[in-house]
C-alpha cells in the first residue's frame, strides 16, 4: 500500500466548486461515502475513490467533467450511474435495470454493508474475547481462593495436630503430677498408720496390763469373800451350838 500514489482531490477545491454550484448536496467526494478502517486502508481508498465525485444530476456531472471554471475536472458519476470522463468517454447507466450492473453508489453501499459486518463480526468477537477474559479472569480468582483456602485449612490441621500433642504432653504432665500426690499421700498415710499401730499397740498393752490387774485384785477380792463366808459360816456355827447349849440348859 506504501507504493500507491492517489490523485486526491483537495477538500477546498470541493467546497469552492459547492459554493459556485449554489448547491452544497450537489456533489460528493466518492471517498467521503464510504466507511473504512482510517489506519488501514486510508491510501487504498484514496487511491480508488480520492479522484471521484459523485454529483446529483447529470449537469452537474458534466460541468464537474467538463467545465474549466468550475476547476475539478474529475470522474464525475450520478445517482444513475452515469459516468462522465475527463477524457470524453461517456458511459451511460442502463435505467431499466435488466442488464447493467451495480452503480457506484450501490457498490459503495455493498462496501459499506460488507465493513459494517466486518465491524459487527469484530464487535462480536471482542465482546466473545471480553467475555472468555472475564471468565479466565474469575476462574484464576477463583483458584487463587480454592489455594488459598487449602494452605489455610493445612495451616489449621498443623496447628491441631500441634495442639493435640500440647494437649496429650499437658495431660502426661499432670498425671505425673497427680500420681506424685498420690505416692506422696500414701506415704503420709502409711507414717500415720504406722503411729496409729504403735499407738494401738500400746493402748492394747495398756488394757492388758489393767485387766490382768483386775482379775488379781477380784481374785483377791473372791478369796476375801470366801474368808468371810467361812467366818460367817463358823460364825452361825458357833452360833447354833451356842443356842443349842442355851436351850439344853432351860430345858
Not at 480508488?48 to 467545465?67: E, L, P
Amino acid at each position: 500500500l506504501n507504493r500507491i500514489s492517489s490523485n486526491l482531490i483537495p477538500k477546498n477545491k470541493i467546497e469552492s466548486a459547492r459554493r459556485e454550484l449554489g448547491d452544497p448536496n450537489a456533489i460528493f467526494l466518492a471517498k467521503d461515502l464510504v466507511t473504512y478502517n482510517h489506519s488501514k486502508y486510508e491510501t487504498l481508498i484514496n487511491y480508488v475513490f480520492g479522484s471521484t465525485i459523485i454529483c446529483s444530476t447529470s449537469a452537474i456531472a458534466q460541468r464537474v467533467a467538463f467545465d474549466e471554471k468550475l476547476g475539478l475536472n474529475a470522474m464525475a458519476i450520478t445517482l444513475d450511474g452515469d459516468i462522465y470522463n475527463p477524457a470524453g468517454i461517456l458511459s451511460g447507466g442502463d435505467r431499466s435495470g435488466t442488464n447493467r450492473g451495480p452503480t457506484l453508489l450501490e457498490t459503495v453501499a455493498e462496501m459499506n454493508q460488507l465493513e459494517e459486518n466486518i465491524r459487527q463480526y469484530n464487535s462480536n468477537n471482542r465482546q466473545e474475547l471480553t467475555k472468555l477474559e472475564r471468565d479466565y479472569v474469575q476462574s484464576q480468582n477463583l483458584q487463587q481462593q480454592i489455594d488459598s483456602l487449602t494452605n489455610e485449612m493445612q495451616l489449621l490441621e498443623l496447628k491441631l495436630a500441634q495442639n493435640d500433642e500440647h494437649r496429650l504432653q499437658t495431660e502426661i504432665t499432670t498425671l505425673e503430677q497427680q500420681e506424685f500426690n498420690n505416692k506422696k499421700e500414701l506415704d503420709e498415710q502409711r507414717v500415720e498408720e504406722k503411729v496409729l499401730n504403735e499407738k494401738i499397740s500400746e493402748l492394747e498393752k495398756l488394757f492388758k496390763n489393767e485387766g490382768e490387774a483386775k482379775k488379781k485384785e477380784l481374785a483377791e477380792i473372791e478369796q476375801l469373800m470366801k474368808k468371810a463366808e467361812k467366818q460367817v459360816d463358823l460364825s452361825q456355827k458357833r452360833s447354833r451350838e451356842m443356842q443349842t447349849q442355851i436351850k439344853g440348859k432351860f430345858s
